[in-house]
């Protein structure tokens, strides 16, 4: 019995090794595809917002052109600081236009959702989304399955210790599983509603619709 439960032991440990090797290289150093010369829009999911809105900030810069600034709004304290900026855009004195959009389901799969809606109603060709790199795999096989435009997925970076990190690894396997075994989108097409073709909201402006 006790060489049976030492075998076990072994077991276990080595599929926990093995399931924390691959959570590093893939949520961890997640593969990203180069950012395009040229952008219609970059969008920031929502959540850790504090990390993932500098980081649009500073990837505008390096883009050619006048993308549009899309932001999620969640209402959530992970995300005060873009949801502040939507509320109140004037304030940040954005050199871009900005659009804000509040996803329904307020999740990953509504963001997907949401943004194949408005690259149909703006008829943008060509959109970067920006995310949190543990979260990259999962949000990047939803915005495949949903937005019939090319995507390029660009990961900021979170200061997480070693706990938050594995917290993370165990929520981001159970939605990539998810997504990759129950797809969002069966098709592609935005939803009649949808296209109406949002708010754009500028420096001064009420946000509306889509916020």
């Excluded at 072994?10 to 395009?36: G, I, S, Y």
């Excluded at 990539?176 to 500028?202: F, Q, Y």
Aim: net charge negative; charged share 20%; with cysteine.
């Amino acid at each position: 019995m006790k060489t049976v439960a030492l075998r076990v032991a072994a077991a276990a440990l080595t599929v926990l090794l093995l399931w924390l090797f691959v959570c590093v290289n893939l949520f961890c150093f997640p593969v990203q595809r180069a950012t395009p010369a040229r952008v219609d829009a970059v969008v920031v999911l929502g959540g850790s917002s504090s990390e993932r809105l500098p980081a649009a900030l500073e990837l505008l810069r390096t883009l050619p052109g006048h993308p549009v600034l899309v932001l999620s709004t969640t209402d959530t304290p992970g995300n005060a600081s873009v949801d502040s900026l939507c509320r109140d855009p004037e304030s940040a004195g954005l050199d871009a236009t900005l659009l804000c959009f509040h996803p329904a389901p307020l999740n990953t799969r509504g963001e997907a959702q949401a943004v194949r809606d408005l690259v149909a109603a703006q008829r943008w060709d060509s959109v970067a989304v920006l995310t949190s790199d543990y979260h990259l795999p999962r949000a990047g096989e939803l915005m495949k399955q949903c937005v019939p435009v090319p995507v390029r997925m660009v990961a900021s970076e979170p200061a997480l210790d070693a706990w938050q990190w594995l917290r993370r690894f165990s929520i981001e396997t159970g939605g990539l599983l998810d997504v990759t075994l129950n797809p969002e989108c069966d098709r592609k097409d935005p939803t009649p509603e949808a296209v109406h073709g949002g708010d754009r909201i500028v420096p001064g402006s009420n946000p509306g619709g889509w916020t």
